[in-house]
Each structure stands twice: as structure tokens, then as C-alpha cells.
Nanobody, 115 residues
Framework: QVQLVESGGGLMQAGGSLRLSCAAS????????MQWYRQTPGKQRELVAT???????VYVDSVKGRFTISRDGAKNTVYLQMNSLKPEDTAVYFC?????????WGQGTQVTVSS
């Protein structure tokens, strides 16, 4: 069983920065991709950023130029650097590992951006 543990969320003023971490219990290169999602109450979970095992990255339009997904293979950790935060970035952020047969989710970390 794979475990993903997110950390780094919190309360931040608009314009500020936060870095989320997702620590995996298994080699992150064994997954097809690592992804960050976010969810607000009453809405579907939204894919924010993807990093494939080969290192390619994709972002949702609303965070392009502000968020950066990265990884540290030695630590089996994926990061989401969030700059120029906006109130609309407020959500619970989830890490997901895309496996060959199963996907794995973390428990989520709350990010709240005040105006």
C-alpha cells in the first residue's frame, strides 16, 4: 500500500507564497505521473499540475506562471510551489500518484488565501 502525506498548507495573504510537499512511501519514479489536485466545497476536484515520470509538466491555465511542480527523487517527495497566491486558490490540495493499475491519494492539506 502506498502512502502519500501532504504538508505545507496554511493561511496566507493574497500575493504571498506557499510550498506544498507530498512525501511518498515508494519511489516516485515508479509512478506514471505525480499530480496535484484541489477541491473546494461543493465543487469537483480540479487537476492543478502534473509531472510525468519523464519530467514533463502540465498546468491548469489558472495557475500557469504562478505554480511550479517539482520533485526530489532522493526524498521521494513532490512539491508544489505556489506564488502570487489569490483568494480563488483557496482549497484543499491533494497529491495523487498515478500507478499502472491503481491511483493513490493523500489526505489533503488546506490552503487559505485571504484578500
Amino acid at each position: 500500500q502506498v502512502q502519500l502525506v501532504e504538508s505545507g498548507g496554511g493561511l496566507m495573504q493574497a500575493g504571498g507564497s506557499l510550498r506544498l510537499s507530498c512525501a511518498a512511501s515508494r519511489n516516485i519514479f515508479s509512478f506514471n505521473a505525480m499530480q496535484w489536485y484541489r477541491q473546494t466545497p461543493g465543487k469537483q476536484r480540479e487537476l492543478v499540475a502534473t509531472m510525468t515520470s519523464g519530467g514533463s509538466t502540465v498546468y491548469v491555465d489558472s495557475v500557469k506562471g504562478r505554480f511550479t511542480i517539482s520533485r526530489d527523487g532522493a526524498k521521494n517527495t513532490v512539491y508544489l510551489q505556489m506564488n502570487s497566491l489569490k483568494p480563488e486558490d483557496t482549497a484543499v490540495y491533494f497529491c495523487k500518484a498515478d500507478g499502472d493499475f491503481l491511483d493513490y491519494w493523500g489526505q489533503g492539506t488546506q490552503v487559505t488565501v485571504s484578500s
